[in-house]
């Protein structure tokens, strides 16, 4: 897949205060018994029409305003940064209300043990911080995500970035979240796990659907779906992407519903999930892919 995000021109959402609910919205696609749903639209939009307090845990990676015409090198060839309209920022401060708008409907959706993770750069990542403190989430952990072959620094007027934070919080301050511990000490040798994780970027068997430009691998999302999930919990990606979050999702046994604004994205993600439960390759869409615009 060509990076099909450029030819979205949706801007980023303009900061609202999330509607309390709206009315229901279909999605794009489900699974048999609500396994999985796929919503094509504005994430403020759709996750303003879906009920209050019924997610246990929501990973995002939001945009992290990075397309700005700059270069980096993939597969050693130099190549733009731009990743889409979606990714472009709007300024400082409208970019922190974005953030905020997006966080505040996500805690409406929270259960109350429920559990928020972020991902970002240096370029997004203080400003999602500074609005979770905002709105009075409980900081757990930040994670660390080290990549031991990221791409080189073409310019050489830096050192070359080779990490991402994530950001893991609790609905509010009352929340007695969910944590695997002994999974974790388990899966890190009989040890507790620590907050730097080293994670190679995802490999071509997980592109074997189609391309996006920023795809998380799936050992990062199984990690912290098995970190923060309880048994059979609901899970919300409202910047759904390629589905990454869907696959370790399913994979982990738990139900998932994903956003994104790209229709590309919607059915790749779609392919992606029939690639994991193939009894679900006859789930027909629920409606044809429109676009739902705020
Ligand atoms: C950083 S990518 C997520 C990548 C994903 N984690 C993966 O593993 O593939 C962000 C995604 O959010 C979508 N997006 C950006 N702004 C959005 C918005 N306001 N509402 C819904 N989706 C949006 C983009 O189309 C893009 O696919």
């Given amino acids: 897949m060509q990076d099909s995000a450029q030819a979205v021109t949706t801007a980023p959402t303009k900061a609202t205060t999330p509607t309390p609910e709206a009315a229901p919205m279909t999605p794009a696609w489900s699974a048999p018994e609500g396994r999985a749903r796929l919503f094509l639209g504005d994430a403020l939009t759709v996750l303003g029409a879906l009920p209050a307090a019924s997610v246990d845990v929501i990973f995002a990676d939001p945009p992290y305003f990075l397309s700005n015409g700059g270069m980096t090198c993939r597969a050693g060839k130099r190549t733009s940064v731009d990743k889409g309209a979606w990714d472009r920022s709007q300024g400082v401060e409208q970019n922190h209300e974005f953030n905020r708008a997006w966080l505040a409907a996500c805690q409406r959706l929270l259960r109350p043990n429920g559990t928020i993770w972020v991902s970002g750069t240096g370029h997004v990542i203080y400003s999602v911080g500074y609005a979770m403190q905002q ?21 050489c007027r830096y050192f070359t970035h080779a990490t991402e934070s994530i950001l893991w919080a609790a609905r509010d ?15 890190n040798g009989g040890t507790q796990m620590k907050t730097v994780w080293r994670m190679t970027a995802p490999g071509k068997s997980e592109k074997a659907h189609g391309r996006h430009p920023t795809q998380k691998p799936l050992t990062l999302l199984e990690r912290i779906l098995l970190a923060s999930c309880p048994p059979g919990s609901a899970v919300l990606d409202p910047f759904n992407g390629s589905g990454t979050t869907g696959v370790a999702a399913v ?26 439960r ?5 789930a027909a869409a629920t409606k044809p892919v429109l676009r739902v615009v705020a």
């Fill in 173 to 187: 301050r009352k929340s007695k979240h969910h944590f695997e511990y002994n999974k974790m000490r388990q899966a």
């Fill in 251 to 276: 994979r982990l046994g738990h139900s998932y519903t994903g956003v994104d604004l790209d229709p590309e994205y919607i059915e790749l993600t779609r392919r992606r999930l029939i690639a994991e």
């Fill in 135 to 155: 709105l009075g989430f409980k900081q757990l952990n930040e994670i660390v995500w080290e990549k031991p072959n990221p791409p080189p620094n073409l310019s």
């Fill in 278 to 282: 193939p009894e679900w390759e006859h």
